[in-house]
C-alpha cells in the first residue's frame, strides 16, 4: 500500500498540518532539494550586501535558514498566506528575525500588500504559485516585476502541469525510477502518484509554457533552468 500519510487536504491555517508538512517537505518531491541547492548557489553569488531578497511563500523559513548560513548579513522580507506556517519560521528564523521581516498575505491580492521600502534586487517563490489561478500568478509576475531593481532575478520553483491523460504510463515509470533513487522516499508507486494523488489536489499547476509566457508577458527575460516531471525551476530576469 502507498504511503498516504500526506494524502489529506492542505489545510495551511492548521498548525498540526504545518508541522507535518515542515517535517515531511522533501517526501514525494525529488527536485526540491535540486532545486533549494540551486537557488542557495545563485543567492550566494548575486545577492549584494545591503539590498533585500523577497520570499513569496516563506512557509516555516526552510531556504531563509540555509540562506543565513552562507549569507547571514542578507535581508530579507518573507509573505506567506499560512500564520501557522509563519508561526514555524519565527521558530527557526529567531536568531535573525531583525534580518527577516515577515508579513501574512494573500497572494490574490497584492495590491493591498505593503511591503518595507528597500531595495529588492532577488525575489524567490518555491512551492507557493501552485495554489493560486493563472490570472493572479500573471499579477503576481508583473508585481515582481515592479519592485525588483534593473536585472533583479527571479527565482520560481513549483510544481507544474503534467499531461496525466495521454502520457499517465510513461509518467508512472518516470516516477518510479525517481523514487527507487530517492535518497528520502515516499514509499509511492507511480501508479498511486500521477492516478491518485496529482487528481486530488485541489490547486491550479500551470504547464511550463504557461508560466514562461505569463513571464514573459510580465516582462521578464524567462528561462526553465531545471525540470524533473512535474516540477520547474524557473529563472526570470527583469529587464534593465
Not at 15 to 34: I, L, M, P, V, Y
Not at 167 to 186: G, V
Request: hydrophobic residues 40%; proline residues 3%.
Amino acid at each position: 500500500m502507498p504511503n498516504t500519510s500526506r494524502s489529506i487536504p492542505d489545510e495551511w491555517f492548521n498548525r498540526d498540518f504545518a508541522k507535518q508538512w515542515d517535517e515531511t517537505a522533501f517526501e514525494g518531491n525529488h527536485a526540491r532539494a535540486e532545486h533549494l541547492n540551486i537557488i542557495l548557489s545563485a543567492v550566494q553569488k548575486e545577492y549584494q550586501a545591503g539590498k533585500t531578497i523577497l520570499d513569496l511563500g516563506i512557509g516555516s523559513g526552510q531556504l531563509e535558514a540555509a540562506i543565513f548560513t552562507q549569507r547571514p548579513e542578507a535581508d530579507i522580507v518573507g509573505v506567506d498566506y499560512s500564520p501557522a506556517m509563519l508561526e514555524l519560521a519565527r521558530i527557526r528564523l529567531r536568531s535573525f528575525l531583525e534580518q527577516c521581516v515577515m508579513i501574512q498575505h494573500d497572494f490574490t491580492d497584492l495590491e493591498s500588500l505593503c511591503l518595507p521600502q528597500k531595495q529588492y534586487q532577488i525575489a524567490i517563490s518555491v512551492q507557493a504559485l501552485h495554489h493560486i489561478p493563472h490570472q493572479n500568478k500573471l499579477e503576481v509576475f508583473k508585481y515582481l516585476y515592479r519592485i525588483l531593481e534593473d536585472n533583479g532575478i527571479f527565482l520560481l520553483s513549483d510544481r507544474i502541469a503534467i499531461d496525466t491523460t495521454h502520457l499517465s504510463h510513461i509518467y508512472t515509470h518516470f516516477w518510479e525510477h525517481l523514487e527507487q533513487q530517492a535518497q528520502i522516499k515516499s514509499g509511492w508507486s507511480g501508479e498511486y502518484y500521477v492516478q491518485q494523488r496529482l487528481p486530488q489536489k485541489a490547486d491550479y499547476p500551470a504547464t511550463i509554457e504557461e508560466l514562461l509566457t505569463l513571464l514573459q508577458e510580465a516582462g521578464f527575460y524567462a528561462a526553465c533552468l531545471h525540470l524533473q516531471m512535474d516540477r520547474a525551476l524557473i529563472a526570470g530576469i527583469k529587464k534593465a
